[in-house]
T-cell receptor, first 123, second 108 residues
Framework: QVQLVESGGGVVQPGGSLKLSCAAS????????IHWVRQAPGKGLEWVAF??????????ADSVKGRFTISRDNSKNTLYLQMNSLRAEDTAVYYC??????FGSGTDAFDIWGQGTMVTVSS | DIQMTQSPSSLSASVGDRVTITCRAS??????LAWYQQKPGKVPKLLIY???TLQSGVSSRFSGSGSATDFTLTISSLQPEDVATYYC??????????FGGGTKVEIK
């Protein structure tokens, strides 16, 4: 079935780095844009970043711009989020989420979500 | 950036009640609005897209309406399994794809 599985979360010190992965299966990965969304403990959803199906366009929330980098390897059906200069306020569950329609440009609802991976930034 | 404001932030209603949640955009977004349900400890789930289109497999108790700046999510007859936090999201342009602050629905 259509599935997204995140990994790579953990505990990291402020200023440190972490790289998240999102493995896709059950659909044509290279035809869909994918987003990262995060949720701090007890808080709401915050959109983080988007990458177009072919990697040609990438968008970031202001809160992570310059620190986070989204990328994808379509040959491995995998999405990544490289997180540098981490801060306490980056502590959250990070979800990857798929756009509804193929060949989209970041302007679709999210129809499939992964189970999330927890990132804790603490000394 | 366009801001998305949901109200109320929480509500408590009885089983069988009709429940309405509103979402207001600070600028017009046509019908580029989605609603998600997040049950406690679970992953968000798409309920409605394009403001009023029910996602496949979602109960017909849920309906959405509105356009431009004002939108509503209605649960026609609240059930215990509807206990969740509901989020609206605008997706007319990127970035950012902003979520509303959420509405927590509980059973009275």
């Amino acid at each position: 079935q259509v599935q997204l599985v995140e990994s790579g979360g953990g505990v990291v010190q402020p200023g440190g780095s972490l790289k998240l992965s999102c493995a896709a299966s059950g659909f044509t990965f290279d035809s869909y844009g994918i987003h990262w969304v995060r949720q701090a403990p007890g808080k709401g959803l915050e959109w983080v970043a988007f990458i177009r199906y072919d990697g040609s366009n990438k968008y970031y929330a202001d809160s992570v711009k310059g620190r986070f980098t989204i990328s994808r390897d379509n040959s491995k059906n995998t999405l990544y989020l490289q997180m540098n200069s981490l801060r306490a306020e980056d502590t959250a569950v990070y979800y990857c989420a798929k756009e509804m329609y193929y060949f989209g440009s970041g302007t679709d609802a999210f129809d499939i979500w992964g189970q999330g991976t927890m990132v804790t930034v603490s000394s | 950036d366009i801001q998305m404001t949901q109200s109320p932030s929480s509500l408590s209603a009885s089983v069988g009640d009709r429940v309405t949640i509103t979402c207001r955009a600070s600028q017009g977004i046509r019908n580029y609005l989605a609603w998600y349900q997040q049950k406690p400890g679970k992953v968000p789930k798409l309920l409605i897209y394009a403001a009023s289109t029910l996602q496949s497999g979602v109960s017909s108790r849920f309906s959405g309406s509105g356009s431009a700046t004002d939108f509503t999510l209605t649960i026609s007859s609240l059930q215990p399994e509807d206990v969740a936090t509901y989020y609206c999201q605008k997706y007319n342009s990127a970035p950012p794809l902003t979520f509303g602050g959420g509405t927590k629905v509980e059973i009275k």
